[in-house]
Nanobody, 124 residues
Framework: QVQLVESGGGLVQAGGSLRLSCAAS????????MGWFRQAPGKEREFVAA????????AYADSVLGRFTISRDSAKNTVHLQMNSLKPEDTAAYYC?????????????????WGQGAQVTVSS
């Protein structure tokens, strides 16, 4: 089992920045990759970014490419999502997720473990 706890959400004006963190505990040695997804009210959960734990390779949704950066701190079993140039359309609940096997990282079904979510609200 892997437990995930997000932190760092909040309210920010358009153009501002926020950093989300996700701390993993439990059987973290089994983690293959971690990802961030987001879900706005009335919409499906969508992929934001992912990182392969061992190699550090990353992937991003087109909508956040160049504005968001995913990174990991292996010593602390933590993944971060630095969000810059935020837009009102980035407003959503952001979820951290972890998978223990190699698969398509942009789909929710790949991930077995999920955090509780962190709200990000961007005002115009």
């Amino acid at each position: 089992q892997v437990q995930l706890v997000e932190s760092g959400g909040g309210l920010v004006q358009a153009g501002g920045s926020l950093r989300l963190s996700c701390a993993a505990s439990g059987r973290t040695l089994n983690i293959y990759a971690m990802g961030w997804f987001r879900q706005a009210p009335g919409k499906e959960r969508e992929f934001v970014a992912a990182i392969i734990w061992r190699s550090g390779n990353t992937a991003y949704a087109d909508s956040v490419l160049g504005r968001f950066t995913i990174s990991r701190d292996s010593a602390k079993n933590t993944v971060h999502l630095q969000m810059n140039s935020l837009k009102p359309e980035d407003t959503a609940a952001y979820y951290c997720a972890a998978t223990t096997f190699s698969a398509i990282l942009s789909t929710t079904s790949t991930y077995r473990y999920w955090g509780q979510g962190a709200q990000v609200t961007v005002s115009s």
